[in-house]
């Protein structure tokens, strides 16, 4: 639709507005002073995470990456990297491009890399090998020698295992600390330069790992494309805000970057492949996915830097796991604020002091933002049913702009325009967002892999009476706390 959609969106948000006569609107005056304040504190967020991400992004970073590469010259010694490779039921096409792109990168490292590849169908140990090969040959001798391949392949246990597996692989290699391993997933592209990027940064000792921008490839134009997109820019934005800090919220699985003798260190390798939290009511609940979420969590507990790289990207090729937008949103949205839940409260038990106070208070917002955002439309939606209904075109006229205004904002950050699309996804995300998170939050023990079949929850559900009774208590639990928000800003909003 172009200019002409954002000039249509302008139009009805400003028609709704003006629509709406001011003197109807007394009477839930009370429901929009909530809407309000929440809305200050909400959006004063976003813009000291604009700010912050703003910063980094012009001042701080090109300075911290000019004296990290000046040191890492002046060392003379070439990072070896290891590159760690999980494929599996992934498409044989996607498989070819994310591997040529991954033996590129290698060959461009000046130390040397060694390719550990975990895999579970032979076939992927064929086609593997056969990429392998033709890079090598296009690449030439010189190179050739300086990248060896291990393809390693089990038995499909899970993710954990493999990546646990592989690691203790690459502790044999006896890497030292100046040596890299690189965290890829089968789906995910490395950019060339991704060793030349990343190494020199690890000549502070204080720096465990580092993560950086990620693209998304979606073969079909779309809903979940659009919405792949905006998140991936409000990624870019966080990430750069926390990268101040230097303490990233997560080291994405897609591709990130350890230094080789933490990510090889026993303790370590024992977190990706049996984490766990204990929980007051579910027991102790193993971790099934989420393991970049335990690499994180060791790194921040034992008081390493983590710092994010914005101007090196990797490119996901993502497609919908279900055949609705909506379901595919909210199944990716479970299992990724399942990972974070997960991991929130032991993250927010570390002392502000280890982590840095922007670091401890925002792992507290993560929380936090569940119930103020759903607090607002909760009040609108009291206020209507109860007191007056015209207050509903004057929150949609609401949400419309804020939502339009904060896109523009958002697209300063990659210098592009952004789809008309952009403020109504925006708004699923948040609403629909808090709303799986405040289910998540009390079913921690659900788990699942969007391509695997192994599950933790359900199946077992209906052989035991015990996690029938954890899921009767998660329910109930859910449904006190959502009341008594409801009592909340019933008082709040004075509708009572």
Request: glycine letters at 8%; hydrophobic letters at 50%.
């Amino acid at each position: 639709m172009g200019v002409l959609g954002h000039i249509a969106y302008v139009v009805v948000f400003l028609g709704l507005a003006l629509s709406v006569p001011f003197h109807s609107l007394e009477s839930v005056s009370g429901a929009l002073v909530v809407v309000g304040v929440i809305g200050i504190w909400r959006y004063s967020w976003a813009l000291t995470n604009f700010l912050r991400a703003f910063w980094f992004l012009k001042r701080v970073y090109p300075r911290r990456k000019a004296v990290a590469h000046a040191a890492y010259a002046e060392t003379g010694l070439a990072a070896h990297a290891y590159f760690l490779v999980t494929s599996y039921k992934i498409e044989p096409e996607t498989t070819s491009r994310v591997y040529r792109s991954i033996f590129v990168a290698a060959a461009r490292s000046d130390g040397g890399a060694t390719v550990v590849c975990s895999v579970v169908d032979s076939s992927d140990v064929r086609l593997i090998r056969a990429i392998h090969q033709r890079v090598m040959t296009e690449i030439g001798p010189e190179r050739c020698k300086a990248v060896r391949l291990i393809v390693d392949q089990i038995a499909g246990t899970g993710k954990r295992d493999a990546l646990a597996r592989s690691l203790r692989l690459i502790a044999r290699e006896a890497p030292t600390r100046r040596d890299i391993v690189v965290f890829v997933d089968g789906d995910s592209c490395v950019p060339e330069d991704i060793v030349a990027a990343s190494a020199p940064f690890f000549t502070d000792p204080d720096v465990g790992a580092v993560t950086t921008d990620e693209r998304v490839e979606i073969r079909d134009a779309g809903l979940f494309r659009d919405w792949f997109s905006l998140r991936f820019n409000q990624r870019q934005v966080m990430m750069s805000s926390m990268g101040l800090s230097n303490r990233v919220l997560t080291l994405t699985g897609r591709m990130s970057v350890v230094r080789a003798d933490l990510a090889t260190d026993p303790g370590f390798v024992t977190q990706v492949q049996s984490d766990f939290i204990d929980h007051w009511r579910l027991g102790r609940v193993a971790f099934l996915t989420g393991d970049d979420k335990s690499t994180w969590f060791w790194l921040l507990k034992h008081g390493y830097k983590m710092g994010y790289l914005p101007d090196v990207a990797s490119v996901s090729m993502e497609s919908q796991p279900q055949p609705g937008f909506v379901d595919s949103a909210v199944t990716l949205m479970i299992r990724w604020f399942g990972n974070m839940l997960r991991t929130n409260a032991r993250a927010l038990a570390l002392p502000p002091s280890q982590i840095g106070l922007f670091t401890w208070w925002s792992i507290l917002d993560q929380r936090i933002s569940i119930w103020t955002t759903l607090a607002g439309p909760l009040s609108v939606l009291l206020g209507a049913v109860f007191v007056e209904p015209m207050v509903v075109p004057a929150y949609i006229a609401w949400v419309m702009m804020t939502r339009y205004v904060y896109c523009c904002v958002l697209s300063l950050v990659r210098g592009e325009g952004f789809p008309i699309t952009y403020p109504l996804l925006l708004y699923f995300s948040q609403i629909g967002g808090a709303a799986v998170k405040s289910h998540v939050l009390f079913r921690l023990d659900r788990q699942r892999w969007t391509r695997q079949s192994a599950a933790i929850g359900r199946s077992v559900a209906r052989r035991s009476w015990r996690i029938w009774l954890k899921s009767l208590s998660s329910t109930f639990s859910h449904a006190l706390a959502l009341g008594w928000l409801t009592f909340g800003v019933v008082l709040l909003s004075g509708i009572a």
